[in-house]
């Protein structure tokens, strides 16, 4: 069964310093999200991309962050300037139509020094 | 704002025996309701989901969950767990206005021999 594939798997990342994390959604899917998970705490929505463009964020979606799937394969999730506090498990998740269940990758863990 | 709230953070329970766990949404509207499961130091994986007709959903592994709209609820439950279903498993709600999954904070199960 085709799955969501994420890289790195974890990354180490010295805080101010830029981080992109990527995302291989199965080639079906039209929709496609990104949700962290801080250590001890739920899951919880960041955005979600649609058509080429965002379609839904959260207010911890700022301009920090940015999102892109230049060659309709990788969907990534790019952190301009780390902050301690950006250190969590960022799952990535692509769909169907908008109800339709989402599929999740394994995570990839981002630790902030 | 859409509110997701399982009851219990963390179940222990004996092989064998039954579990139910509790999950109750806030929303005026329809929702599309989800579990998943999260296994140690994997990604989220889908157990199963109510979209629309019968209240009672089959999943994968044995589980099942029941929607009650009257009391906004999706508890889902086993008959006879197994060491192997030992995991963080999550309630989730999809709302088409919002086009994002809302989580609970989850419920860890242990399965104790």
């Known amino acids: 069964e085709p799955e969501v594939t994420q890289t790195p798997s974890h990354q180490v990342t010295q805080m101010g310093q830029e981080v992109i994390l990527r995302c291989v959604p199965i080639?079906?899917?039209?929709?496609f999200y990104w949700y962290r998970q801080i250590l001890g705490q739920k899951v919880e929505f960041l955005v979600s991309f649609y058509n080429n463009e965002i379609s839904e964020k959260s207010e911890i979606f700022d301009d920090q962050f940015s999102v892109e799937r230049p060659d309709g394969s990788n969907f990534t999730l790019k952190i301009r300037s780390t902050k301690l506090e950006d250190s969590a498990m960022y799952f990535c998740a692509g769909g169907g139509a908008g109800n339709q269940p989402q599929h999740f990758g394994d995570g990839t863990r981002l630790s902030i020094l | 704002a859409q509110s997701v709230t399982q009851l219990d953070s963390q179940v222990p329970v004996f092989e064998e025996a039954p579990v139910e766990l509790r999950c109750n949404y806030s929303s005026s509207v329809s929702v599309y309701l989800f579990w998943y499961v999260q296994y140690p130091n994997q990604g989220l994986q889908l157990l199963l989901k109510?979209?629309?007709?019968?209240?009672l959903v089959k999943g994968i592994n044995g589980f099942e969950a029941e929607f009650n709209k009257s009391q906004t609820s999706f508890h889902l439950r086993k008959p006879s767990v197994h060491i192997s279903d030992t995991a963080e498993y999550f309630c989730?709600?999809?709302?088409?206005?919002?086009?994002?999954?809302?989580f609970g904070g989850g419920t860890r199960v242990l399965v104790k021999p």
């Open positions: 989730a709600v999809y709302k088409a206005a919002g086009n994002k999954l809302t």
């Open positions: 109510y979209l629309s007709g019968s209240t």
């Open positions: 080639s079906n899917h039209l929709y």
